[in-house]
């Protein structure tokens, strides 16, 4: 098993660009999720799905938007990239809902927007 | 406003010692605690968590202690290892709203021989 994979694991990216960072699990898990990390601020969820077909907003969601593409599969874009969003995205899934609510996170994708 | 805080930004421990580190939480209806640990590089994995109907839980050389009261959790590690240095999150998740775990700002914990 993989786990969670992400790609690309680095990006840089020019204002205004926009780029879709991709998140696949082979586990199953009926929930995904997409965090930001920052310095001095740790993760930060942008959006997460609870069920295929599903998504809703985290703390953090303005500049993004996702798509749940399959149980397998979610995407995470930035249309206008700003360099407000140069950060460490992880991608997460879960077996939720349950109570355990371990989450099972991918390696990482480092962006830089300059 | 941080709901998650983890005052202490990095502890240095020697081998073999006990770790403690630190986690206050806001929030009230915070019902479910975790602890991740997170190498350099690498994504965050599952340590150990606690219900808030319990005030222990205890894993190997892992155990979480939650004061509700206090709203105050640690995490102890013993004996301290070298292959334990490494970033800790703490994270909290409530009752209403499952799916979303807020986590605090970290301790990098390094553990010398």
């Known amino acids: 098993n993989a786990g969670v994979t992400q790609t690309p694991k680095f990006q840089v990216l020019k204002t205004g660009q926009s780029m879709t960072l991709q998140c696949a699990q082979d586990m199953n898990h009926n929930s995904m999720y997409w965090y930001r990390q920052d310095p001095g601020m740790g993760l930060r969820l942008i959006y997460y799905s609870a069920s295929e077909g599903t998504t809703d907003k985290g703390e953090v969601p303005n500049g993004y938007n996702v798509s749940r593409l399959n149980k397998r599969e979610f995407s995470l874009r930035l249309e206008s990239a700003a360099p407000s969003q140069t950060s460490v995205y992880f991608c997460?899934?879960?077996?939720?809902?349950?109570?355990?609510?371990?989450?099972?996170f991918g390696p990482g994708t480092r962006l830089t927007v300059t | 406003d941080q709901q998650v805080k983890q005052n202490s930004p990095s502890l240095s421990v020697q081998e073999g010692r006990i770790s403690i580190l630190n986690c206050d939480y806001t929030n009230s209806m915070f019902d479910y605690f975790l602890w991740y640990k997170k190498y350099p590089a690498e994504g965050p994995t599952f340590l150990i968590s606690i219900s808030s109907i319990k005030d222990k839980n205890e894993d190997g050389r892992f155990t979480v202690f939650l004061n509700k009261s206090a709203k105050h959790l640690s995490l102890h590690i013993v004996p301290s290892q070298p292959g334990d240095s490494a970033v800790y999150f703490c994270?909290?998740?409530?009752?209403?709203?499952?799916?979303?775990?807020?986590f605090g700002t970290g301790t990098r914990l390094q553990v010398f021989p």
């Open positions: 997460a899934s879960s077996e939720a809902p349950t109570r355990s609510h371990e989450q099972y």
């Open positions: 994270a909290a998740s409530a009752y209403y709203n499952t799916d979303k775990l807020i």
